[in-house]
């Protein structure tokens, strides 16, 4: 399967092998480890414990072409480099937003479909707002958007080819870098649980059994106790250099929610049509089931929350 190592590049084209920077204006740059071409087993067997049934049937994948993933999710400095707002005003403007969206049951405000007031001061849902933290109350839609601008900006500034993108990470090409070359529940090994604890997830993972302790300022309520997302990069990294691949937030991936196929098959991009995106690796509320590396979610792609942020991708076309 190779691995993901390898120097920074230094020139102006991303070179397979080789880390990529990407610069944002006033705040840390973000770095995208390059991940190999390869083979892995996706989703879970029968027997893995905490499984689901939508992460079958277990579908042998082939990514044929390699790709650079963020080593950690966009942070909120990075985020509004770009896009010249915080989450404060991210969440503010979504507040205000009287467009109405098809969350399923009927078409209402995204404030009404999280129960937010339109007249409440955006801090009332707000954890932090420091730029090390990964940027959430972002939709699937805002994060396309991030990429849209993003590509826009770098190819009109010379700096990225014509030949390559900025964008979400599909479903596989997420999970195949979580796995990072193995092949257990998670990229720390199998989950034994002790209560409501998995041990193998406390080096790397920001989850609903560790996610409160040390935690300091405004967060939700997790089994009783104040929490909220952990700056970036704070837990030990996967073998192939990422960060926060379980735990911390959920990400948005590129493809619409569906079944597997099942059997054997090459650079698989999802459903071709569907209501709801995937989401992938769990969050600070979330369980140990969501940590694992074949977990699923599936949210409506207008939906914000406090629990979801992105990780972006660095693919040709």
Request: glycine letters at 12%; a neutral charge; hydrophobic letters at 40%.
């Given at each position: 399967m190779g691995s993901a190592t390898g120097a920074a590049s230094a020139g102006r084209e991303p070179a397979p092998g080789r880390v990529w920077i990407l610069p944002f204006a006033?705040?840390?740059?973000?770095?995208?480890?390059?991940?190999?071409?390869?083979?892995?087993?996706?989703?879970?067997?029968?027997?893995?414990?905490l499984r689901r049934a939508d992460e079958g049937p277990v579908t042998r994948v082939t990514l044929r072409y390699g790709y650079w993933l963020g080593t950690t999710m966009v942070t909120i400095g990075q985020w509004r480099a770009l896009m010249g707002r915080g989450v404060r005003e991210q969440l503010a403007s979504a507040l205000r937003d009287n467009t109405l969206h098809d969350f399923g049951a009927a078409k209402q405000t995204l404030r009404a479909y999280m129960h937010f007031a339109v007249d409440a001061d955006p801090g009332r849902y707000l954890t932090g707002e420091a730029d090390e933290l990964p940027m959430y109350y972002v939709s699937w839609q805002d994060a396309v958007a991030f990429c849209r601008t993003l590509n826009e900006r770098e190819h009109a500034a010379g700096r990225l080819p014509p030949h390559y993108e900025y964008t979400l990470p599909t479903e596989a090409q997420w999970e195949y870098a979580s796995r990072a070359g193995t092949?257990?529940?998670?990229?720390?090994?199998?989950?034994?649980?002790?209560a409501q604890r998995?041990?193998?997830?406390?080096?790397?993972?920001?989850?609903?059994?560790?996610?409160?302790?040390?935690?300091?300022?405004?967060g939700w309520l997790i089994h009783g106790r104040p929490a909220g997302p952990?700056?970036?990069?704070?837990?030990?990294?996967?073998?192939?250099?990422?960060?926060?691949?379980?735990g911390n937030l959920w990400e948005w991936c590129r493809d619409w929610y569906g079944p597997y196929p099942g059997g054997v098959v090459?650079?698989?991009?999802?459903?071709?049509?569907?209501?709801?995106?995937?989401?992938?690796?769990?969050?600070?509320?979330?369980?140990?089931?969501?940590?694992?590396?074949?977990?699923?979610?599936?949210?409506?792609?207008?939906?914000?929350?406090?629990?979801?942020?992105?990780?972006?991708?660095?693919?040709?076309?």
């Amino acid at each position: 399967m190779g691995s993901a190592t390898g120097a920074a590049s230094a020139g102006r084209e991303p070179a397979p092998g080789r880390v990529w920077i990407l610069p944002f204006a006033g705040t840390a740059p973000l770095k995208m480890a390059w991940i190999p071409p390869g083979t892995f087993l996706m989703g879970s067997p029968p027997t893995e414990p905490l499984r689901r049934a939508d992460e079958g049937p277990v579908t042998r994948v082939t990514l044929r072409y390699g790709y650079w993933l963020g080593t950690t999710m966009v942070t909120i400095g990075q985020w509004r480099a770009l896009m010249g707002r915080g989450v404060r005003e991210q969440l503010a403007s979504a507040l205000r937003d009287n467009t109405l969206h098809d969350f399923g049951a009927a078409k209402q405000t995204l404030r009404a479909y999280m129960h937010f007031a339109v007249d409440a001061d955006p801090g009332r849902y707000l954890t932090g707002e420091a730029d090390e933290l990964p940027m959430y109350y972002v939709s699937w839609q805002d994060a396309v958007a991030f990429c849209r601008t993003l590509n826009e900006r770098e190819h009109a500034a010379g700096r990225l080819p014509p030949h390559y993108e900025y964008t979400l990470p599909t479903e596989a090409q997420w999970e195949y870098a979580s796995r990072a070359g193995t092949t257990n529940a998670s990229d720390a090994g199998a989950l034994v649980m002790h209560a409501q604890r998995a041990p193998a997830l406390d080096d790397t993972a920001w989850y609903d059994a560790n996610s409160a302790s040390g935690y300091a300022g405004r967060g939700w309520l997790i089994h009783g106790r104040p929490a909220g997302p952990h700056p970036v990069a704070r837990k030990r990294p996967n073998a192939w250099g990422l960060y926060d691949m379980a735990g911390n937030l959920w990400e948005w991936c590129r493809d619409w929610y569906g079944p597997y196929p099942g059997g054997v098959v090459a650079d698989p991009a999802g459903a071709p049509s569907g209501v709801a995106r995937v989401n992938r690796g769990g969050s600070f509320g979330s369980g140990a089931a969501d940590e694992r590396s074949a977990a699923r979610a599936s949210n409506p792609p207008d939906e914000a929350s406090a629990f979801r942020g992105f990780r972006l991708a660095l693919v040709t076309r």
